[in-house]
C-alpha cells in the first residue's frame, strides 16, 4: 500500500535518476569537489497562445532555500542507493561513493546568488547562481527547477490577471483544480504575483492572511430541496454572517431572482445596522449581467456594493470584460468607470494551472568550472542559436531611462564602463548579427539586481515578508513601458550581452568548434 512519506518524497532523493548517476561518475575520476557554477535562467516568456507575457515574476526561492536548509542524505536514504542494481545486477553505486555522501550529501557547501522574489524578470538572465562543488551542485538541479519554475509561472500569470484588471481586488481559488498538494506553492506564487487572497485556509493561515470566500450553488440548493427557497437561503447566510454578506446569485435566475432576492436581504440587513459586501456572478454573460446588477443594485440604493466575478476567468477575458462595459454601460444609464470600481475577480483553473501554457522554459546549465585555482568558462554550442549558452561568471545590471522606465538588462564580465566612456555597445543575447549602442546621457540609473542569497547552509538574512516580495512586484511593474505589459503582443524588453560577453562568446565558440 502506498504511503506519503514527505521525509522520502520531499527529502534529498526528490531530484533525478540521472543527477545521481552524473554524480558518482564525478566522484570515479576524481572530479566531485571540484567548483562549478550552474545558472538558472528561462529562455521564452509564457506564450499562451492568443497571447504571451511581456515579462515574469520571480518567485520560488523561498521554498527552494528553506528546502536546502533542512535537506541532507540519511541513513535510510543511504540503504536505498546501496540496493540499486544496474542491469548486470551489479550495484548502480559504489560503496566508497555512499560514504562520501552521507558525509558530505547537503547543501552547505554552496553558494546561491539570486535576484530577489517579486521581481520582474526576462529571457537569458540568470535569476539564480550555483556554486560549489560539482557533484553537490548537480543534485539540487531537479529540485531547484521544480520549486522555482512553477511559481515563477504562476506568479507570472497572476501579474498579468491583476493588470488586466487594472489592479481591482483579485481572488484565488484554485485549489480544486491545481496539482495536488504543489497547490500551496501555487498559490503563494498567486499571491506574490497580484492575487490579494486566496480561499485556501491552509496556506492563508501560513502566510498570515485572512482567507477570503462566498458560499457554493449547494447552499441555496439544500433550501430549495426543503422548500424553503433562495430568499431563505440568503436570509439564512446573512444571518450568520451579517457583515461579511456576498451572495451567489445565479443558481435558478439572476436578473429575476437572484438579485432581487439578495436586494431584499441586503435591505433587511442594513435597516439593521449592517452593511452589506456583494453579490457574486459565476455564469452568463458576466460583462452583461454585472451591467445589469449596477443598475439594480444603484436604483435600491446599493451603489457600492461589490460585484464579484468567476467562472474561467483569465487575462483574455477580465480585458474582454471590460472593454465590453466602458461600450455599453452608458446605454443602461451605468457609469462604465463606477461599475468597474467595484468589479472584484475571482480565479480558479486558469490562474493555478497558467492556463495556455503550462511549464516555464527554465534551465539549469553550467556556465563555468575552477581548474588550477581559476575558473574556466564552460560553452554549450547548439544547432538552435536561443540554446547556445552565454557563459562564465556574469555581472546582470538594469539600466533605466530618462523616466525612471526599466529599459534594458545587460549581462557582462567586467562594469559597463560608462565611467570611461559616454557610449557602450550591447549585443543581442542569440543572434550576432543584432547590436545597439547606448549613450550614458540617456541612462538615469544603473542596478545591480542579484543579491548573496544563501551560503553556509542557511539563507542569508531574514526572509522577506510576503507584503515586502509583492512591494518588489509593484515597484517593478510601475518602472516597466506600458507597452512590455500588454496583454496581447506586448513590446520587447531588452536583454543585452556587454562588448566582452559577447566577444568572449564568440571565441569560445570558435575554439570549442575546432575540438569537433
Known amino acids: 500500500m502506498f504511503t506519503n512519506n514527505t521525509d522520502v518524497t520531499e527529502g534529498i532523493l526528490f531530484t533525478d535518476h540521472y543527477q545521481l548517476t552524473m554524480s558518482h561518475l564525478y566522484y570515479r575520476l576524481g572530479l566531485h ?3 562549478a557554477q550552474f545558472d538558472h535562467f528561462f529562455r521564452e516568456y509564457p506564450d499562451y497562445g492568443t497571447h504571451k507575457a511581456g515579462y515574469c515574476i520571480n518567485a520560488g526561492h523561498e521554498y527552494l532555500f528553506k528546502w536546502m536548509e533542512k535537506t541532507s542524505f540519511k541513513d535510510d536514504d543511504i540503504e536505498y542507493l546501496r540496493n540499486l542494481k544496474g542491469s548486470a545486477g551489479s550495484p548502480l553505486f559504489e560503496d566508497d561513493f555512499l560514504q562520501w555522501l552521507r558525509k558530505n550529501g547537503n547543501f552547505e557547501s554552496l553558494k546561491v546568488n539570486a535576484i530577489p522574489e517579486g521581481r520582474v524578470i526576462h529571457p537569458n538572465i540568470p535569476v539564480t547562481v550555483v556554486n560549489g562543488p560539482l557533484a553537490i551542485a548537480q543534485i539540487l538541479e531537479s529540485p531547484l527547477l521544480n520549486m522555482l519554475n512553477y511559481q515563477t509561472l ?9 493588470v488586466s484588471g487594472r489592479g481591482k481586488p483579485l ?5 480544486r483544480r491545481g496539482p495536488e498538494r504543489g497547490v500551496n506553492a501555487g498559490i503563494r506564487a498567486a499571491l506574490i504575483g497580484g492575487a490579494d487572497f486566496s480561499s485556501t485556509v491552509s496556506i492563508s493561515r501560513q502566510l498570515g492572511l485572512q482567507p477570503k470566500g462566498t458560499h457554493a450553488h449547494s447552499m441555496v440548493q439544500v433550501f430549495m430541496a426543503i422548500c424553503d427557497g433562495e430568499l431563505e437561503a440568503f436570509r439564512a ?3 450568520v454572517y451579517p457583515d461579511d454578506c456576498v451572495l451567489l ?10 438579485i432581487p432576492n439578495a436586494i431584499r436581504v441586503f435591505e433587511e440587513l442594513r435597516k439593521k445596522g449592517h452593511k452589506p459586501v456583494g453579490i ?6 458576466l460583462a452583461y449581467l454585472s451591467i445589469q446588477a449596477a443598475k439594480m443594485l444603484n436604483d435600491a440604493g446599493f451603489p457600492d456594493t461589490k460585484i464579484i466575478l468567476s467562472n474561467q476567468l483569465d487575462e483574455l477575458v477580465i480585458w474582454q470584460i471590460i472593454t465590453q462595459i466602458e461600450e ?3 446605454k443602461y444609464g451605468v457609469d462604465p468607470d463606477s461599475l468597474i470600481e467595484r468589479l472584484v475577480y475571482g480565479v480558479g483553473t486558469s490562474l493555478i494551472s497558467s492556463k495556455g501554457d503550462s511549464a516555464l522554459d527554465g534551465v539549469y546549465k553550467l556556465v563555468a568550472i575552477e581548474q588550477n585555482g581559476e575558473w574556466v568558462p564552460a560553452m554549450k554550442i547548439s544547432e538552435t542559436p536561443e540554446k547556445t549558452l552565454n557563459p562564465g561568471n556574469k555581472k546582470i545590471s538594469r539600466i533605466y531611462d530618462g523616466r525612471n522606465k526599466a529599459t534594458a538588462d545587460i549581462l557582462s564580465i567586467n562594469e559597463l564602463g560608462f565611467d570611461q566612456k559616454e557610449k557602450i555597445t550591447v549585443h543581442h543575447p542569440t543572434d550576432s548579427s543584432k547590436l545597439r549602442t547606448i549613450d550614458r546621457k540617456d541612462v538615469s540609473k544603473i542596478e545591480t539586481l542579484s543579491v548573496n542569497a544563501y551560503y553556509e547552509g542557511k539563507y542569508h538574512g531574514n526572509y522577506p515578508t510576503l507584503e515586502e516580495i509583492r512591494e518588489n512586484r509593484k515597484k517593478d511593474i510601475h518602472k516597466l513601458d506600458s507597452g512590455v505589459k500588454r496583454i496581447i503582443n506586448p513590446h520587447l524588453y531588452h536583454v543585452s550581452l556587454s562588448e566582452d560577453l559577447w566577444q568572449l562568446k564568440q571565441d569560445l565558440i570558435k575554439s570549442t568548434k575546432k575540438l569537433i
Open 154 to 162: 504562476v506568479a507570472t500569470k497572476a501579474s498579468r490577471i491583476h
Open 249 to 258: 446569485v445565479d443558481t435558478i435566475n439572476t436578473l429575476e431572482s437572484g
Open 237 to 239: 447566510y446573512a444571518d
Open 33 to 35: 569537489e571540484k567548483k
Open 328 to 330: 455599453e454601460s452608458a
Open 280 to 285: 457574486r456572478l459565476d455564469s452568463g454573460d
Open 171 to 175: 481572488l484565488e481559488f484554485g485549489m
